[in-house]
């Protein structure tokens, strides 16, 4: 009869290539159910280059024990991938990967440098509980974000960037990607500030000079969409006319700029490069003037889908902004001929009015139907007094200069006038 003792947990420390290599086959060796690795762009070539771990890799499998292994794939490592794929359950990609881990149902294992073709020679081996959840669930988080071995062949092979989106919520880093997206930039930048305080942050800041270099060194096209400001007109005016003094030979690009309607203010900053790379900036507080303080959640991306839909909305702004210049030209060309048709009124009117007044006065009692026909051409000129008085009224309306008078009105005489001139 045998009975189960509890198993003696043990955290430690394996220095030199023999404990290091003597540890993970020991590992390997006791794997069940199955292991979960990462490991940097080097660790496929240990893997591959050393039997010893190669042919442990195989054993589990044997076993019927499951490997999922997630790497960095890359053009220099991807035939070392190629045949790993062979030996575990699973391959996945994930950038940026620094050491490894391995743990399985009741160990872990843990590098903090992998060196191409050279054996290990020291990790970290737990086999406390808690610590074999921590690194369970660590890998959990990466096997989440990764992609799978194929669709990362396929971008290299075809040439394809990966695409991303990242949420970033430290304003220097922010900053810091904000200016490496305008210094690469080599067409076109298309940005929009959600205030005119986040263009007087970024001035301050050095990013609006930074455009303006892209612009005259760069030949770079830069359109903004910015909430008016009459000092940001005025900043950006000086600006070009600048550039076009220092070197009036040169093809120097301007910065355009359009002024966004109160209608059409947004929450967002945003930034296009070229139209593959957009940062979206949320704002948190725009009455800071520290940009730390000021912006919130940012979202990085190369996804073509989502750019594409930032430069849609961008474009439809733009296009909009013009509208409204249009819809304002129009608006105060229709006022400036409401108001010279009202005066114009004016000016035959008094005749009219006055000479009826005359023709009447020298009628005599009998004339009825020549008197009735004279007071209905005086209430007529007198309607068309009032209307373009109106007309004038609502343009003093408009201007805010209108000033009330008030006067009792007899509706029955209103309503008799009405219907004698019906």
């Not at 199955?34 to 940097?40: A, K, R, V």
């Not at 391959?91 to 050279?118: C, D, F, P, Q």
């Not at 959840?133 to 071995?149: C, H, L, N, R, V």
């Not at 005066?343 to 005359?358: F, K």
Request: net charge neutral; hydrophobic share 35%.
């Amino acid at each position: 009869m045998t009975t189960n003792t509890p198993r003696e947990e043990k955290t430690e420390l394996l220095y030199g290539v023999e404990a290091a290599v003597g540890g993970g086959v020991q590992f390997m060796k006791n794997v069940k159910i199955g292991m979960d690795l990462f490991g940097e762009k080097n660790g496929p070539s240990i893997i591959m280059e050393f039997d010893v771990y190669k042919n442990n890799y195989v054993d589990v499998l044997k076993r019927g024990g499951k490997i999922r292994f997630i790497t960095e794939i890359t053009k220099e490592n991807l035939h070392y991938c190629l045949e790993l794929r062979k030996i575990v359950t699973e391959l996945r990609h994930l950038e940026g990967l620094v050491g490894g881990i391995a743990v399985s149902e009741s160990e872990y294992m843990s590098t903090t440098t992998l060196r191409k073709k050279e054996l290990l020679a020291q990790v970290f081996y737990s086999n406390a509980h808690e610590v074999v959840e921590q690194g369970q669930y660590i890998f959990d988080t990466f096997w989440q974000k990764a992609i799978p071995m194929e669709d990362r062949v396929r971008e290299i092979e075809e040439g394809i960037k990966p695409e991303f989106i990242e949420t970033i919520r430290d304003p220097n880093r922010v900053q810091n990607i904000a200016f490496d997206l305008v210094r690469s930039c080599k067409e076109e930048i298309l940005t929009i500030f959600s205030t005119s305080n986040a263009f007087f942050r970024q001035q301050r800041a050095g990013g609006i000079a930074l455009l303006n270099d892209v612009a005259t060194h760069g030949e770079v096209n830069i359109r903004i969409l910015v909430p008016y400001d009459r000092r940001i007109s005025e900043f950006i005016s000086s600006l070009n006319a600048n550039n076009n003094s220092i070197d009036k030979k040169s093809r120097t690009k301007k910065i355009n700029v359009r002024y966004l309607e109160p209608v059409l203010n947004t929450k967002i900053s945003i930034l296009i490069v070229d139209r593959k790379s957009s940062l979206a900036v949320e704002l948190k507080d725009d009455t800071k003037d520290n940009i730390q303080q000021a912006i919130g959640l940012s979202s990085y991306s190369n996804s073509k889908s989502t750019v594409l839909s930032y430069v849609s909305i961008f474009e439809t702004l733009w296009k909009q902004t013009e509208m409204y210049q249009q819809l304002k030209v129009h608006d105060k060309m229709q006022k400036e001929f409401v108001d010279i048709a009202a005066h114009e009124l004016r000016t035959p009117i008094q005749p009219i009015l006055g000479l009826s007044e005359v023709v009447r006065s020298k009628l005599k009692v009998e004339d009825k139907e020549l008197i009735q026909l004279l007071d209905v051409i005086k209430r007529n000129a007198q309607r068309l007094q009032r209307l373009t008085e109106d007309i004038l009224d609502v343009s003093r309306i408009e201007s805010q200069t209108l000033k009330m008078h008030k006067e009792k009105v007899n509706i029955g005489d209103r309503l008799l006038y009405v219907i004698g001139d019906t």
